[in-house]
């Protein structure tokens, strides 16, 4: 399976964007998803979680209340809902894949990555 993410872009603050997350090459079907971002000069950090079909989530506490993770599994994509946004949300936003879990809250659990995004959060 491949991640595409799409949907970054230079936003301001308190304003929202969407990013998606197709899959293609083989359907992500049973895999557990998630979301991560790296600021720089900042470690990875693990933001969001959902699982297989899709009814349980995980938000970091970062963003709990202001992002929202989701997929439409009809379209093997994941989404990520971003609202009311903090200029230390600028980051390069990535997704992954869990092939082994349908539901994983560890960053080593996610062994398929996309290519990352870019969000940019002016003040």
């Known amino acids: 399976v491949q991640l595409q993410a799409s949907g970054g872009g230079l936003v301001q603050a308190g304003n929202s964007l969407r990013l998606s997350c197709a899959a293609s090459?083989?359907?992500?079907?049973?895999?557990?998803m998630g979301w991560f971002r790296q600021a720089p000069g900042k470690e990875r950090e693990f933001i969001a979680a959902i699982s297989w079909p899709g009814r349980r989530t995980y938000h970091a506490d970062s963003v709990k209340g202001r992002f929202t993770i989701s997929r439409d599994n009809s379209k093997n994509t994941v989404y990520l809902q971003m609202n009311s946004l903090k200029p230390e949300d600028t980051a390069v936003y990535y997704c992954?894949?869990?092939?082994?879990?349908?539901?994983?809250?560890?960053?080593?659990?996610?062994?398929?990555w996309g290519q990352g995004t870019l969000v940019t959060v002016s003040s």
């Open positions: 992954a894949a869990s092939t082994l879990f349908q539901y994983s809250l560890s960053t080593s659990s996610y062994d398929v």
């Open positions: 090459g083989r359907t992500f079907r049973s895999y557990g």
